[in-house]
């Protein structure tokens, strides 16, 4: 039987939830949205807190499960029985896939996270097209940022990294429960009886982020500062508004050098380009490219620092690689970021 308390815990929670997906326009009225669960304590604290919000009409939303087994661990199978037991019992959704991760990642000669990352992601994308969707919900967290942060910088990450984990990614990819500390969600999921399932690699410390959650995190909470996951997000809620004043600014320079702009090529003015600052300059060169490519996979501070000084060099006819997908070319007081075509 529910105590009061555990009325009032849960209460507090859903209106924190609902707060957070308010604040950043997450979920809009009659939006579909696939959520991906794992069954684990926080997809399944994810599922169970958006249910509740929806049953008591706090939201206007329909929600679609979709899991997949990995079919790394002996215990994945039940992994599985409990996701589909959950929806099945609250009348959801649920779509459910077993994927061989460790086959693709031999195959494509990529990290076994690293393949799981992609398989699930192309899963949720399958089902948000299949069911006429329009978000993917994720069940990262305030801890999961402060990871993420920590990572990018040991990394080295610029601006952009020190942001960690966004609410929303390209208006599909939402993480609802990004305010909540991994703590609470423990506690909630304890308090409802959900019993949630319990992933054992998550503490085998042989993944990066692994060491970090289990090791860095905890030390720091010791012997600097118990605070240090609410210390992140300040931090990065610092850089979101600083990126977001800088990426203005890029914005409208850009547009006022642009000399001419297609698919596969970016042609800008070279006087006005060396005539703005450094920072500027470097932000314009990975926009610029990013917008050739198409994304900003495998752009590196050096390529752009060796653009930068390309340009600054003031010398026609002269150009640089940065990788074998795009030419950056002087000529004619222009800078010509070129697609290159590897069927030639």
Known sequence: MKSRKDFEINNVILERILKFINEYQLIKSGDRIVLGVSGGPDSIFMLDTLRKLKENKKLNCELIVAHVNHMIREEAIDDEQYVVDYCKKNNIECYAKRIDVQKYANNNKVGTEEAGRILRYQFFDEILKNTNSQKIAIAHNKNDKAETIIMNLLRGS????????????????????????????????EYNSLNPRIDKTNFENTYTRNKIRNIIIPY?????????????????????EEESFLEEITKNELNKIIVNKNNSEIILDLKKFNGLNKVIQKRIVFDSMSQVLGNSAGIEKIHIDDVVKLCNSNVGNKFTMPNKNIKVLIKD???FFTLVNEKK
């Open 158 to 189: 610029g601006l952009t990294g020190l942001k960690g984990i966004e609410p929303i990614r390209n208006n599909k990819y939402i993480r609802p429960i990004l305010g909540m500390e991994r703590n609470e969600i423990e506690e909630y999921c």
């Open 220 to 240: 720091i909470k010791q012997e600097f500062n118990p605070n240090i996951i609410d210390a992140m997000d300040r931090l990065s809620q610092v850089v979101t």
């Open 333 to 335: 007081k222009k800078i």
